[in-house]
């Protein structure tokens, strides 16, 4: 199993900036893939961006060239640096790990961004 604790949501005002944490109980190495999601009220969760265990990272289209995700080893941590924030960015971001093709999700952080 893989337990994530996502931490960084806030509140900031549009155009602003917020760096979201998720730190899984195993080693990032034999973790197949990482991405952060994100769910509004009465929304399905929307996928956001991803890393897999080669380092290629993607990224939905709503958030290219805003997004960013990466990885640190030695912190054992995955990051979602988010730049030039909307107000539609405002949702639930959930952390995701697929080990051993079973995937696990953190228990989410909210970010709000003002108009």
């Known amino acids: 199993q893989v337990q994530l604790v996502e931490s960084g949501g806030g509140l900031v005002q549009a155009g602003g900036s917020l760096k979201l944490s998720c730190t899984p109980s195993?080693?990032?190495?034999?973790?197949?893939?990482m991405a952060w999601y994100r769910q509004t009220p009465g929304n399905r969760r929307e996928w956001v961006a991803s890393?897999?265990?080669?380092?290629?990272?993607n990224y939905a289209d709503s958030v290219k060239e805003r997004f960013f995700i990466s990885r640190d080893y030695a912190k054992i941590a995955v990051y979602l640096q988010m730049s030039s924030l909307k107000p539609e960015d405002t949702a639930v971001y959930y952390c995701?790990?697929?080990?051993?093709?079973?995937?696990?999700w953190g228990q989410g952080t909210q970010v709000t961004v003002s108009s």
């Open positions: 995701n790990a697929n080990y051993l093709k079973v995937n696990y």
């Open positions: 195993r080693s990032i190495a034999v973790i197949n893939g």
């Open positions: 890393v897999v265990s080669g380092g290629a990272t």
